[in-house]
């Protein structure tokens, strides 16, 4: 007699058809996941505690340097678009991987800024490349933890991005008032930098899926699934609720 979750083993899991999975550790996965999705995502609110000084240093206001806070989130958000067709194909380790070296490339970039204009272009390269971590982290947690540690590995990953607003707002707060603002930047960068070998190191590939529709056929299917009811109640339930936790930070 088959195990009742075998078919579900069978697809989410690493191991072989036929035997269960070998599931990741959900220990040190979770941790990972949490700390580099607070760092990840927390770089959409270290410009609030920066505001001041940047504005000093480029000859122009604080609500000026509000650009490089808004357009990282019109970036972030366009690239949650792209990160989930590229898990779907590539696998989320391989998207986490890319784009936290992609990040990497782009923070320390925002640390070498001279002028206003070059920040916020830089700034919404660094939204884009941030954006892959959240989906590709949540799928990773889905595909790989066992469902007995799935709950709880998800909520820690998901808290751990929104503690960020808090979290690394203060610490760019002290970091720029210690050593200046720029340091805020190379020190993401850094951090980014180092969690790579642990990204190689405790995540593990996931094996390709048996859908080759290709990431056009994916992005095509985005309009018809907005016009699901309960999809579209979501996403809309969504938007209230981010809307108010973002405008609070």
């Known amino acids: 007699m088959s195990h009742p979750t075998s078919a579900l083993d069978h697809t989410t899991g690493s191991g072989t058809p036929g035997r269960p999975p070998g599931w990741a550790p959900a220990a040190r996965t979770t941790a990972l996941l949490t700390t580099l999705g607070m760092l990840m995502v927390g770089q959409m609110y270290t410009v609030l505690a920066l505001l001041h000084p940047m504005a000093t240093e480029f000859g122009t206001t604080p609500g000026q340097v509000t650009w490089t806070a808004t357009a990282f989130g019109f970036a972030y958000a366009a690239g949650f678009l792209f990160a989930g067709p590229l898990c779907d194909r590539y696998g989320p380790r391989a998207v986490i991987t890319v784009g936290l070296t992609a990040a990497t490339a782009s923070t320390a970039a925002v640390s070498a800024v001279s002028d206003l204009p070059t920040a916020v272009v830089l700034r919404s ?19 790989h933890i066992a469902p007995r540690h799935r709950g709880t590995s ?9 503690a960020a607003a808090v979290v690394v707002q203060v610490g760019a ?7 200046g603002w720029r340091a805020v930047f190379w020190i993401s960068a850094v951090l980014m930098a180092l969690n790579l070998f642990p990204v190689r190191r405790v995540l ?10 290709g990431l056009l056929q994916a992005f095509a299917a985005m309009p018809r699934l907005l016009r699901q009811p309960r999809l579209g109640a979501l996403c809309l339930s969504t938007v209230a609720l981010m809307t108010a936790f973002v405008s609070l930070y």
């Open 125 to 143: 390269l660094q939204g884009l490349t941030a954006a892959t971590f959240a989906p590709a982290a949540l799928s990773y947690v889905v595909r």
């Open 154 to 162: 998800l909520t820690c990953v998901t808290s751990g991005m929104l």
């Open 173 to 179: 707060q002290a970091v720029a008032a210690g050593i």
């Open 204 to 213: 593990r590939p996931t094996p390709r899926g048996g859908t080759d529709g």
